[in-house]
């Protein structure tokens, strides 16, 4: 079992950054893929970057790439989100994420969500 909860979130002006925060108890959290899902007002949720338990290998959707950089503190229990150059289409509530497989990244295949935290960027 995973608890996993967000911080971070918040509201900002287009151009700016904010990094969110994903704590998650449970021994068993090194072993998991971390990802970022987003869900936007209206529409679905989506992925948005994954992370291998090692941290080697890190995937980027294509809308925030370059952008937004996922990383993960295993000592720590933590994963987080940089996001930087933000844009008014990025407003959505931000989900973290332990996956069934890395190689899996649609909400069928998450073990374990957050509870979300919003993000504003305004124009």
């Known amino acids: 079992q995973v608890q996993l909860v967000e911080s971070g979130g918040g509201l900002v002006q287009a151009g700016g950054s904010l990094r969110l925060s994903c704590a998650a108890s449970g021994r068993t959290f090194s072993s998991y893929a971390m990802g970022w899902f987003r869900q936007a007002p209206g529409k679905e949720r989506v992925f948005v970057a994954r992370?291998?338990?090692?941290?080697?290998?890190?995937y980027d959707a294509d809308s925030v790439k370059g952008r937004f950089t996922i990383s993960r503190d295993n000592a720590k229990n933590t994963v987080y989100l940089q996001m930087n150059s933000l844009k008014p289409e990025d407003t959505a509530v931000y989900y973290c994420?332990?996956?069934?497989?890395?190689?899996?990244?649609?909400?069928?295949?998450?073990?374990?969500w957050g509870q979300g935290t919003q993000v504003t960027v305004s124009s």
């Open positions: 992370i291998t338990w090692s941290g080697n290998f890190i």
């Open positions: 994420a332990a996956l069934r497989t890395p190689f899996i990244v649609t909400t069928n295949g998450v073990a374990y």
